[in-house]
């Protein structure tokens, strides 16, 4: 008889839990820290847990970043404080960030940006001494680009260019549209998503720089400049860090 797989709803909420508690346990994560917490499904539970050991004194004066208004709520409901990058406490940089991701590949390099807020997750990213990703066993892939849309986040009045130029760098984009809402996303920085797709795989370092060049892009989620520590959850209950 064949052990019980667990699914991926329960790997989401085993990650964050085992990544906290390991991240703890190894000093990455202290009292008095500042600490960007991350968007969507998988970063959730990991900010539960970081709330829980707030609450059972294990965790004392801690200073969050939030990376979107999903987050920030989060945080205002269980208690963490939450600051501004520009805050005084905060400084602009942070001791560590944790965070979802939509693929990753063996290289560590990441698409992010599936909940459309890539911008202040990678500016929070980017920003950290130490990042960490916590993703269930689905995200991590051979390749980048292929098959989950790489997020683009444009002002609205480029769109038409910035689409052309997106194309001559050999990608196929759509405009992101809304759920239960009539027209496109728009972020919470008032711009749209464009969300882009390869043939075959391309190089996610380069294209990550060349896309922020097009006059008209504000960000985009390929992120390969901080490598992170990454915590696996697996269907067999494990949790695989690499």
Known sequence: MSEKMI????????????AIDSLIEKG???????????????????????????????????????TSFQTSIACEELGIPVFSMNAKEIGGKLDLAIDGADEINPDKQLIKGGGAALLLEK???????????VA????TVPSIGTKFALPVEIIAEARTSVFAALQNLGASCTLRQGVKKAGPVITD???????????????????????NKI?????????????PIVYVAQADGTVKEF
Do not use: H
């Open 123 to 133: 500016i929070v990213a980017y920003n950290a001494k130490t990042f960490v990703i």
């Open 136 to 139: 269930d066993s689905s995200k």
């Open 28 to 66: 990455l994560i202290f009292s008095g820290m500042k600490i960007g917490l991350g968007t969507g499904s998988t970063a959730m539970p990991a900010v539960s847990r970081l709330a829980e050991r707030i609450k059972d004194g294990t965790l004392k004066d801690i200073k969050a970043v939030a």
């Open 215 to 227: 006059v008209g892009v504000v960000e985009n989620g390929f992120f390969t400049a901080n490598k």
């Open 189 to 211: 920085n008032g711009n749209l998503i464009a969300d882009i797709v390869w043939q075959t795989p391309p190089d996610a370092a380069k294209m990550e720089s060349e896309i």
């Open 7 to 18: 699914s991926q709803a329960e790997q989401k909420a085993l990650v964050g839990k085992v």
